[in-house]
Nanobody, 120 residues
Framework: QVQLVESGGGLVQAGGSLRLSCAAS????????MGWYRQAPGKQRELVTT???????NYADSVKGRFTISRDNAKNTVYLQMNSLKPEDTAVYSC??????????????WGQGTQVTVSS
């Protein structure tokens, strides 16, 4: 079983910055990809960004140039640096980690979600 713990959400004014963290723990043999998703009220969950084990990244068009994903493989942790935040970035942000457990089973785990609110 793999657990994820997120931190770093909060309330910020438009133009401000926040940094989210997501730490994975448990029986992890390897991590293939880590990512961040968000869900705004009344909307479907959407992909924000992902990063693979070799460092390749992918971003939603709406956050390109403003958000940066990074990972610390030694700590099994993924970060999301969010700059130039806009009110439309307001959402619950959840991390997702995919990999293989120590029992050679594929897993896909989700964090509990953290609220990001951007005021205008």
């Amino acid at each position: 079983q793999v657990q994820l713990v997120e931190s770093g959400g909060g309330l910020v004014q438009a133009g401000g910055s926040l940094r989210l963290s997501c730490a994975a723990s448990g029986s992890i043999f390897s991590i293939n990809a880590m990512g961040w998703y968000r869900q705004a009220p009344g909307k479907q969950r959407e992909l924000v960004t992902t990063i693979t084990s070799d460092g390749s990244t992918n971003y939603a068009d709406s956050v390109k140039g403003r958000f940066t994903i990074s990972r610390d493989n030694a700590k099994n942790t993924v970060y999301l640096q969010m700059n130039s935040l806009k009110p439309e970035d307001t959402a619950v942000y959840s991390c997702n980690v995919r990999g293989t457990t120590g029992w050679n089973r594929v897993f896909s785990s989700w964090g509990q979600g953290t609220q990001v609110t951007v005021s205008s």
